[in-house]
């Protein structure tokens, strides 16, 4: 007879996957678990910089270079051109007002100046000549007038005479008529000869007017061409060192061309390089110092040049006091210039934080140190050591302000001694 066999619940392929079920629901269930909290990661202190958060004066400055110029350059120019001739001194020489520093040579201009001062011979001989010519003529007009004049007053001595004797009846009309014409006539001719002698005054006046003016100006050009000639021998206008003088005999200069400069010993200048985007923050007064000779100097802007070029504007800064005592021209200073007034604000220590937080969240050291965590921050201006903090922190709390590249989202930090 056969037996009825009973089927196994639990045999061993049943139970090894419901252990493999089991054990899958919990891989997913931890990594779930894991995942739902905050991410963590342990760091060692010694690989951090942590820094605390202080109250100070703060002023906003940043670090530019500044080049040491003297306080007053004048620059020398070719004028008029040539070729150079002689030189009386070298480069770096010091000058005085007036000592000759080169000496050009220009045919061309050597010889306008000799056409211009023959013009200017010829004319004022011609001048001269004219003159005597007027004056000659006037004479001669005076001498007819004073003949004119003599005939005019016989004429009216007899023309009153025959005029009484016609009234008495001494006389006829007809020796009467006669009087009366040749009294009408010289008259007529005395008008006509001064009209004439005024007009003649007036056209010489005029005449010796035209040719001293054009006379005056052939003057101020051949004066004009001396001084060009003249200026062919370059001179110190004022005194100071001769600098960037390459000149060689023989050269040729074009006009225009620069021939070297004269620093003007009276004192220094610093002139200043300044990234293009502070350009509206940055005005006359401003101030700024640095450090030379393991001390402490202060530097005022005086002008600012608003022209950009390489992504930078220059301005002119004096010193404030005495000029530092070794100071050389074209030395390199290494300057802060203050953009603000100094204040009272909360100081965040610069750090490789900000390259991966752009300033708006930081790990903030818990209480105990034994963990990081982030908070939202505000910052404001900058100097290169601090920021202004205005929000998210307060005085005496403790950040960690070194770099961030390797904590990707973590936002927690385990802090491990």
Do not use: C
């Not at 150079?84 to 480069?91: A, G, I, L």
């Not at 062919?232 to 206008?237: E, I, M, Q, R, Y």
């Not at 100071?240 to 004192?267: H, M, N, R, W, Y």
Request: glycine fraction near 6%; hydrophobic fraction near 35%; proline fraction near 2%.
């Amino acid at each position: 007879m056969d037996r009825i066999i009973e089927k196994k619940t639990w045999n061993t392929k049943r139970i090894l996957t419901i252990a493999g079920i089991t054990a899958l629901v919990l891989l997913i269930a931890g990594a779930i678990y894991s995942t739902s909290g905050k991410s963590k990661l342990d760091v060692d202190t010694e690989r951090l910089t942590i820094s605390t958060i202080t109250k100070g004066p703060f002023q906003e400055n940043i670090p530019v270079n500044g080049v040491v110029m003297p306080l007053t350059t004048i620059y020398l120019d070719a004028t008029d051109g040539g070729r150079v001739e002689q030189k009386f001194v070298e480069d770096g020489a010091i000058l005085k007002v007036g000592d000759p520093i080169i000496k050009l040579s220009n045919t061309d201009l050597e010889l306008r100046l000799a056409d211009e001062q023959t013009a200017v011979y010829n004319a004022e001989t011609q001048m001269q000549i004219s003159h005597n010519a007027a004056q000659q003529n006037t004479i001669s007009k005076l001498n007819s007038m004073a003949d004119v004049d003599v005939a005019f007053k016989e004429a009216e001595r007899i023309y009153k005479l025959d005029k009484d004797l016609y009234s008495k009846k001494a006389i006829g009309l007809q020796e009467y008529q006669t009087a009366v014409n040749q009294y009408d006539y010289q008259l007529k001719r005395k008008k006509l000869a001064m009209q004439i002698l005024v007009q003649d005054t007036t056209l010489v006046k005029q005449q010796a007017q035209q040719a001293q003016e054009q006379y005056a100006q052939m003057k101020q050009t051949l004066d004009l061409l001396k001084k060009k000639v003249n200026d062919l021998t370059v001179k110190a206008h004022v005194a100071g060192q001769l600098t960037s003088f390459d000149s060689e005999i023989g050269q040729d200069k074009k006009a225009g061309d620069p021939l070297g400069q004269i620093d003007v010993q009276s004192g220094f200048k610093v002139r200043v390089s300044v990234e293009e985007h502070y350009l509206s923050r940055v005005f006359t007064g401003l101030t700024g110092d640095f450090q030379f000779a393991d001390k402490t100097y202060k530097l005022i802007i005086k002008k600012v040049f608003t022209q950009v070029a390489n992504g930078q504007f220059q301005v002119d800064m004096a010193f404030v006091g005495p000029t530092p005592t070794g100071i050389r021209k074209g030395q390199t200073l290494q300057v802060r210039l203050f953009l603000s007034d100094p204040t009272q604000a909360l100081l965040l220590p610069k750090g490789g934080f900000f390259q991966q937080t752009g300033g708006n969240w930081i790990f903030k050291v818990s209480d105990d140190g034994s963990k990081a965590y982030k908070v939202d921050i505000q910052i404001n201006r900058q100097s290169p050591d601090y920021y202004e903090l205005t929000s998210g922190l307060k005085e005496g709390d403790k950040v960690i302000t070194s770099s961030y590249e390797t904590y990707g989202d973590i936002q927690e930090l385990v802090l491990k001694k």
